[in-house]
């Protein structure tokens, strides 16, 4: 099965360019390809499964599911799942994180 691939144009921060530059150099690879590779991970990490998708790239796949569940995207069983945390610490965690962020909240706005 031969999928299309449809060109994309967009910019970046020149020192994320540089960074993402030098890791694609370190795994041999064309930074368009890494970037490639990076945009289909997170795409296939936020909709993969609801769609039966298959990650291409299973360890950065677990590392950008890990970003959305700390970002608040899936809720505890998942987020547990996901990184292989007990339910009770990750439930810990994120009540401890909603807790910093209201008290950074009220530090800003007093």
């Not at 368009?32 to 590779?37: F, K, L, P, S, T």
């Not at 970003?67 to 809720?75: D, K, Q, S």
């Not at 945390?85 to 007093?110: E, T």
Request: with cysteine; aromatic share 6%; proline share 5%.
């Amino acid at each position: 099965m031969s999928m299309e691939r449809v060109p994309v144009s967009f910019t970046l921060d020149g020192p994320l360019y540089a960074g993402l530059e030098r890791r694609a150099k370190s795994m041999g690879k064309r930074p368009a390809d890494y970037i490639r590779m990076l945009c289909e991970a997170a795409y296939l990490a936020r909709v993969g499964r609801e769609k039966n998708l298959p990650a291409t790239d299973h360890d950065l796949d677990q590392a950008v599911r890990a970003v959305f569940c700390l970002a608040g995207e899936f809720n505890v069983a998942t987020i547990a799942h996901v990184t292989g945390l007990p339910a009770g610490v990750v439930d810990n965690a994120l009540r401890g994180f909603k807790l910093v962020a209201k008290a950074r909240a009220q530090k800003r706005s007093a």
